[in-house]
């Protein structure tokens, strides 16, 4: 699914569940100047993330091995449980978490958030029923394959879900790290995809808040000389 948007920004301010202040998701070319707006860069991490939707439908054992040239020749890799919940963190919210904007409406910010991050990544699930307000988007790839010494689950592998479900009034909306799922690692299913990363092939932009303190800072200086010279 094509990107709502080319730029997200999402500012934390006064978390209490995190000391970050502020990160920046942004939406950047996989081929540079095509405006595919197939990666999102993490400027809190200087990690590029892939669109899940692209490994869709493939295993993990067929993602690793080289499928689409991903891991062997465009330098990605698969993403850590813990590095997903480090994005989480940036994208403002907690993992393994179920927000409910009908129950709790102060989390209404927080489902937004998740909502943003799926639109984001490109949902790999999608449902709709036909007749009712039921709506379903879900970004749902493999991570790192921890499970692979493990001979009590041989052949297994975690993966993670990000998504929302929209029921009347009510939104759901979460942020799973997949350290409480599994599936078979040579299975291939359709609305799976894989959490691949890399670090970022390109010289970091200074954000906008970074823009903003270091104007305020050379006309602060400014100010300074000007004070400096003789009248």
Do not use: C
């Not at 301010?13 to 595919?36: C, E, P, Q, Y």
């Not at 990666?39 to 690793?64: A, M, N, P």
């Not at 879900?138 to 993966?159: E, I, L």
């Amino acid at each position: 699914m094509k990107k709502h948007f080319t730029t997200l920004v999402i500012s934390l301010l006064g978390m209490s569940s995190a000391t970050l202040t502020h990160a920046a998701l942004i939406t950047r070319d996989f081929v540079g100047g095509s405006g595919d707006a197939l990666l999102t860069y993490d400027s809190d991490t200087g990690l590029e993330w892939l669109d899940t939707t692209l490994t869709d439908g493939r295993s993990f054992t067929e993602v690793k091995a080289g499928w689409g040239g991903w891991t062997t020749t465009s330098g990605f890799r698969y993403a850590t449980m813990a590095e997903l919940r480090r994005l989480f963190v940036s994208a403002g919210v907690m993992p393994n978490f179920l927000y409910d904007t009908y129950s709790t409406p102060s989390d209404v910010t927080d489902v937004d958030r998740i909502i943003a991050l799926t639109r984001l990544f490109g949902p790999t699930f999608i449902y709709e029923d036909e007749g009712s307000p039921l709506q379903r988007r879900s970004v749902m790839g493999f991570v790192a394959d921890d499970y692979s010494d493990n001979p009590d689950y041989a052949g297994f592998g975690r993966y993670a879900d990000v998504g929302f479900y929209q029921l009347g009034w009510t939104t759901y909306a979460w942020a799973q790290d997949g350290s409480s799922t599994q599936v078979q690692r040579s299975g291939q299913y359709g609305g799976l995809g894989s959490f691949l990363v890399r670090e970022s092939v390109i010289t970091p932009v200074p954000e906008p808040t970074t823009l903003a303190l270091s104007g305020v800072g050379l006309l602060a200086l400014l100010a300074l000389r000007r004070n400096d010279k003789p009248f």
